[in-house]
């Protein structure tokens, strides 16, 4: 399998086309418009401009595009749809495990291989140690697509058959992340008002990576073990931590979104008669048994 087609020149799409001529497969890409300026060197990849020819190049056809919404526009070609037949389809769009499981049936019923990925990945991240793919559908496809896949991330898993699993794996990081980043938006105002380095505070959260992902850790087990009543750090303390948060705020001058809105979530806990325990009594919260 040395050629490889890619679907969509987005931030994404280009950085994967790159990476995969620069690993030595011969790449022919396609986008919905013209190249945007800047980027018609696009090293090694060699566009088309019909995209049925694009995919009859190659056993393997990757699709990156901004949804699956898009995606299906891209694939409601007719002609595109009969050249994909006897492939390999890789999605590497954001979505949610429905719409794997809808283009799966789509697949099937065009006789296209198909297995549906999430990358955890910024586009400069890609081909890196640092990059991770996660995959799921039939094994047999997924056989296919690793070699495709390997280049582009050092860390590329195979999450299992049903093709929603990526997707669900990819919204549940992602609203990690993004809770996240949230935190480190208001964390860095808490510096910035403090007369702190930004900097410091990146650097001085990658250094505690270890110790608060472990703190994570013990949280999906407390979840998993039913055990939320070996309170370490109670709901009832950290919605006291979360309420000292939003009064910094105010003092500081920052914005109190972000600690007001800790402080009403953890609080319901607390209102729900589940101060006592463990934090990841939220889960149950957030699961709606309390409402
Ligand atoms: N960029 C990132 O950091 C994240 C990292 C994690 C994974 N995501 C997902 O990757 C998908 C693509 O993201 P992207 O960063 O490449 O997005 P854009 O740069 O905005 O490019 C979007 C491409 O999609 C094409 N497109 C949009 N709508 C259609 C359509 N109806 N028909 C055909 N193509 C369409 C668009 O084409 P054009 O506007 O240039 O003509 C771009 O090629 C995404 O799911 C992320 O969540 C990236």
């Not at 949230?182 to 110790?211: C, D």
């Not at 013990?218 to 979840?223: K, M, N, P, V």
């Not at 319901?268 to 990841?280: D, I, P």
Request: proline content about 4%; charged content about 15%.
């Amino acid at each position: 399998m040395s050629s490889v087609t890619m679907i969509g020149l987005g931030a994404m799409g280009l950085a994967l086309a790159r990476r995969l001529a620069h690993a030595g497969f011969e790449v022919r890409a396609w986008n919905r418009t013209a190249p945007k300026a800047g980027l018609q060197q696009p090293g090694g990849v060699r566009f088309e401009s019909d995209l049925a020819t694009a995919v009859l190049a190659s056993p393997v056809v990757i699709i990156c595009v901004t949804n699956y919404e898009a995606a299906r526009a891209v694939l409601a070609d007719r002609e595109v749809a009969l050249a994909l037949k006897g492939k390999l389809l890789v999605q590497l769009s954001s979505g949610t495990p429905q719409d794997a499981r809808d283009a799966d049936d789509w697949a099937r019923a065009y006789g296209v291989e198909y297995v549906d990925g999430a990358i955890m990945a910024t586009p400069s991240q890609i081909g890196s140690a640092q990059a991770a793919i996660l995959v799921s559908g039939l094994e047999d496809a997924w056989l296919k697509a690793r070699p495709v896949l390997s280049p582009l991330a050092a860390n590329v898993a195979y999450l299992g058959g049903p093709p929603g699993l990526a997707a669900a794996a990819d919204i549940a990081i992602l609203s990690y992340l993004f809770c996240a980043l949230l935190g480190f938006y208001h964390g860095a105002n808490v510096y910035r008002a403090e007369g702190l380095p930004i900097a410091a505070f990146g650097a001085m959260l990658e250094q505690l990576a270890p110790t608060l992902t472990q703190m994570v850790r013990h949280e999906a087990d407390t979840i998993t073990n039913d055990s939320y009543h070996e309170a370490q750090s109670s709901a009832r303390i950290v919605a006291e931590t979360a309420d000292t948060m939003a009064r910094h705020a105010q003092e500081a001058g920052i914005d109190r979104e972000i600690p007001a809105f800790l402080a009403n979530i953890f609080g319901k806990a607390v209102t729900a008669g589940l101060g006592e325990q463990q934090v990841a009594a939220l889960f149950k919260i957030l699961r709606g048994d309390h409402v």
